[in-house]
């Protein structure tokens, strides 16, 4: 099954062709221009593994039909929601919800551990619009990391603010940087490894002039990486530019949990062959080689997304909250079962909920795009 985020309909989609967003204010979008480095103190940071305590979890309920469509409209609403509901069992949620559209939400929420906090939005994507959490030795910090609309694809003008509107409501700082990256383009283990995938970060539609010492030494200061394995993805297939969080995701430092795709006519299939081969041939900060764990992404899904090219069939997209992993499922009996019996062993302690997020995933997306996890301090 092919796993991409397909480019949504917008004002960045014409006729088939990708051509430069606008902003809100209708001026275009510059993701080809150099992002100027931004001058850095002398203090040190660190973004913690995805399985440390959360004090809360952060969403965007930012579905919209010009994006969607009328027909996936009230499904992805639904997914959101669904999603949302799960995580509150484990850990309070604050979601970011337009002002007109708060009485919707609330009434899908159910009276469920969820914050509603009123915001512009563009999109639904929190994961690569909202603020990546760090700790220093002052503190909690957010990185606002110049969500560019992956390159200038879709409008996101009011998306653009989000990882701002996060940090504040937070009561956090805010850490600035030249670099343009989104929070699915990279994994941590907590200890100063980070996996990254080439075709999003290093692409001139988002940071031209960058060089990958460049990027090292930016995230050395700003995440604590002190080394970075790169894995190539692929450029143009999906809207993100093969985002990290659809290919390898680490279960706890030394362990690696990648997606395998099994489908000889996906674009997917030779890549994930490609990343699980430098992945077991790699190591950590401390010089340990990784354990690699796979799950194959389902044989089958359900008969109304049958024929969806752009469907994210994929496991590896699952979040890791307090006490709890919230998982895709597909209606594949076996493909269902048997990513359930895996991350039931990789995370130990935690309970795994599967829920089934067909609307998000024929819009391209998963469970862990829609979210953002706030550490505890």
Request: contains cysteine; aromatic residues 6%; hydrophobic residues 40%.
């Amino acid at each position: 099954m092919r796993r991409r985020r397909f480019f949504q309909l917008s004002a960045a989609v014409a006729g088939g062709l990708v051509v430069a967003a606008c902003d809100e204010s209708g001026s275009q979008d510059t993701a080809g221009a150099p992002p100027s480095r931004v001058p850095h103190d002398d203090r040190a940071w660190l973004m913690p593994e995805e399985g440390d305590p959360h004090v809360r979890t952060w969403m965007a309920f930012g579905v919209g039909e010009r994006v969607w469509g009328a027909e996936l409209l009230p499904v992805v609403r639904d997914n959101l929601a669904a999603i949302a509901r799960a995580i509150a069992r484990f850990e309070p949620v604050s979601m970011l919800v337009r002002t007109e559209e708060m009485d919707l939400a609330r009434g899908l929420m159910g009276g469920a551990n969820v914050e509603l906090v009123p915001a512009a939005l563009d999109d639904l994507w929190m994961r690569d619009t909202g603020p990546v959490f760090v700790k220093g030795a002052t503190g909690m910090a957010g990185v606002d990391f110049n969500f560019n609309g992956w390159g200038g694809k879709q409008r996101h003008g009011q998306d653009a603010k989000v990882a701002e509107i996060v940090t504040g409501r937070a009561g956090v700082e805010t850490l600035h940087t030249g670099l343009v990256l989104e929070g699915g383009g990279i994994e941590v283990d907590g200890q100063g490894t980070g996996i990254i995938t080439e075709s999003c970060v290093l692409n001139d539609n988002r940071n031209p002039g960058w060089s990958k010492a460049d990027v090292e030494a930016e995230l050395r200061y700003l995440l604590g990486l002190e080394k970075i394995i790169w894995l190539p993805g692929i450029k143009g297939e999906d809207i993100t530019d093969g985002h990290t969080d659809f290919y390898a995701r680490f279960a706890r430092p030394g362990v690696v949990v990648a997606g395998l795709d099994t489908d000889l006519d996906s674009y997917d299939h030779d890549v994930t062959q490609r990343h699980l081969e430098i992945l077991r041939g790699a190591t950590d900060v401390h010089g340990n080689a990784l354990q690699v764990e796979v799950i194959e992404g389902p044989a089958q899904v359900r008969p109304q997304y049958r024929d969806q090219k752009d469907f994210a069939a994929g496991y590896i997209n699952f979040y890791v909250c307090n006490g709890g992993v919230i998982a895709p499922q597909f209606g594949d009996q076996d493909g269902d079962s048997a990513a359930r019996d895996t991350l039931e062993r990789l995370f130990p302690g935690r309970e795994v909920v599967q829920i089934d997020i067909d609307g998000i995933a024929a819009g391209g997306g998963g469970i862990h795009c829609t979210t953002q996890q706030q550490p505890a301090g």
